[in-house]
T-cell receptor, first 112, second 115 residues
Framework: GNSVTQMEGPVTLSEEAFLTINCTYT??????LFWYVQYPGEGLQLLLK?????DKGSNKGFEATYRKETTSFHLEKGSVQVSDSAVYFC???????????FGDGTTLTVKP | DTGVSQDPRHKITKRGQNVTFRCDPI?????LYWYRQTLGQGPEFLTY????????KSRLLSDRFSAERPKGSFSTLEIQRTEQGDSAMYLC?????????????FGPGTRLLVL
């Protein structure tokens, strides 16, 4: 079946540091890939997505590139802010059903 | 577009009681999903509807769980004879298919605590 593996957290960075959160996946076919963010006490918000190999999703300074050869979708940001502190989930959606498979999340804390 | 809404946001109940949650999807979204999220884990798929038809159920959905979407709009998730292991965040999501079918929009969730 489908699965998503995220780098374990928590991750603590200083403001303006570079962020990478690793995500690799296992899936049949050609899934779509997503990063969601969850702020304390809130639901999941879609951060970015990519629907085919070599696509780059980007939003709010975050980027991730769909790498089919390495089955990866790593999240990056060049300069994090305190307001980026949240839990980040990598997910995939494959086939016609559209249901998503999530990683376990990575908690990011950015200190001023 | 007011987003996906869920009610209640929090529910505390005693073991053995029945609980029901409601989800209102984004209007015109024909797909509706239920997920469960426990502390430190990602959401796990429970079931989904296309319009009023329930098309798939996870094996996580025991016979104590039932979901409905009677008119293809809002959905309810009922848990009968709750157990402490049912304590979790229950998330609802909706999407529009065909079109941008892979993008699901999530509600704020209902946090259930079973004492």
């Amino acid at each position: 079946g489908n699965s998503v593996t995220q780098m374990e957290g928590p991750v603590t960075l200083s403001e303006e540091a570079f962020l990478t959160i690793n995500c690799t996946y296992t899936a049949t076919g050609y899934p779509s890939l997503f990063w969601y963010v969850q702020y304390p006490g809130e639901g999941l918000q879609l951060l970015l997505k990519a629907t085919k190999a070599d696509d780059k999703g980007s939003n709010k300074g975050f980027e991730a590139t769909y790498r089919k050869e390495t089955t990866s979708f790593h999240l990056e940001k060049g300069s994090v802010q305190v307001s980026d502190s949240a839990v980040y989930f990598c997910a995939l959606s494959g086939g016609n059903a559209g249901k998503s498979t999530f990683g376990d999340g990575t908690t990011l804390t950015v200190k001023p | 577009d007011t987003g996906v809404s869920q009610d209640p946001r929090h529910k505390i109940t005693k073991r053995g009681q029945n609980v029901t949650f409601r989800c209102d999807p984004i209007s015109e979204h024909n797909r509706l999903y239920w997920y469960r999220q426990t502390l430190g884990q990602g959401p796990e798929f429970l079931t989904y509807f296309q319009n009023e038809a329930q098309l798939e159920k996870s094996r996580l959905l025991s016979d104590r769980f039932s979901a409905e979407r009677p008119k293809g709009s809002f959905s309810t998730l009922e848990i009968q004879r709750t157990e402490q292991g049912d304590s979790a965040m229950y998330l609802c999501a909706s999407s529009k298919q065909p079109g941008n079918q892979e993008t699901q929009y999530f509600g704020p969730g209902t946090r259930l605590l079973v004492l």
